[in-house]
Structures are given as structure tokens and as C-alpha cells.
């Protein structure tokens, strides 16, 4: 007979799992860091988390990112219950549970790139200005504004997400998922891009920018679709 596998309730098991928390700790610590160099954070603004089985793995409470190692490692169960770690998790964490309980997300990236901060402030939706917005499931909504880590701004969140994998959260910041941090981060960068084109373009004086209608939209999410390498 053959050596059946490692169960997690095993040593080995439980070895595999920890081994990957570790793994993703490390992409996660990674991906905060890269926020703060790619200016979509300032200081310790913004979290990051990623799921491991049940587990959300998330950056803690005012740590800055540059003095996270991996024995910081933090992480909750889907209720909220801290299973690892010492150090406070970040108080955005009801957006992020929110987010892994209603979605397949695999990873949420919240910042407060200055430009999207800008556009929420603004309007209760970012206008179609660029087919990119196709990526993120349409047009991308505005939350409306409440008071950070609180019940009613995750409620928000998930209404101006429904659909979609991104939003803005009104003078605030943003928010998108994925299927895993690269993903989540790209989207994240991606939407900060589309917030700066919108403004450069307005504030041209005495034009006003094109915008796209929703079948270029709906043509430009299905072509979205099939992009990239295909293995």
C-alpha cells in the first residue's frame, strides 16, 4: 500500500500549512512595502491581507511596513478572532473581512493614493475615461464616507463593490481585490492611474473629457477577457 498523504491535523500537515503562511507572509510584507515605495501609502496608511484556507493574513496596526520580519506574521479566522501572532491587526480590518466572506478574493489591497482620495471627493463615480475600468468590473463606484474600521464602511464598501472588484471609499481611499496580491496590487495601481488621467483631463481649461459608452465598455471587458499569455 501506498503512504497516504500528510493530513493538516498531522505534523506533517501542519508543517505544509505554516510553511505556506510563511510564504504568503512574506509576498504580503512585500506588497505592503511596495504601497509606500510606489507612493500609494504614506507612512502606515493602508493594509494589505491575503487568505490562506480560512486564515486572512494581514498587515498589523501602525507597524511600518520597512520593520515587518517574519515573526510579525499576523493573521485571523473569518470572524475576526486573532489565531496568530501578537501585534494588533489593522483597524480596516472589518473591510477586509467583508470583502473574503462575500467574494472569492484571494488578497484586498486598501491605500490612499492621493489621486483616487482626489476623484472620491469629487464624484459617486469615476467617469469611464479610460477601458480599464472593463478590468474592474465597470465603472467604479464610490462608497459613501464613514468612519474608518467601523461596520458601516465595510456596508458601503461592499454596495459600491457589488459587481465589481474595486471601488473608492469617499475622502478616504480605495480598495480592490483578486485572486492573489499581484493581482489585487495591480488593480490598485491600475485605478490610481485612471483617477490621475480623469483629473489631468479636466482640468484642462474649456474642454471636457471624452468618455466611453457602455458598449465600448462592455466590448472592451469582453476582449479584457482572453488578454494575456494563455496557458
Known sequence: MGTEPAAAGRPGGERAVRDEESRVWETLVTTARRTVADGLVVGTSGNVSARVGDLVLVTPSGVPYDRLTGDDLTAVDLTGRQVRGTLVPTSELPMHLAVYRTTDARAVVHTHAVHATAVSTLVTELPPI????????????????????????AENMLRALAGRSGCLLQNHGTITYGAGLDQAYDRTAQLEWMCRLWLTASAVPGRTPSLLSEAHMAEAGARLKGYGQRR
Open 130 to 153: 479610460h477601458y480599464m475600468a472593463a478590468a474592474l468590473g465597470g465603472p467604479v463606484r464610490v462608497a459613501p464616507y464613514a468612519t474608518y474600521g467601523t461596520a458601516e464602511l
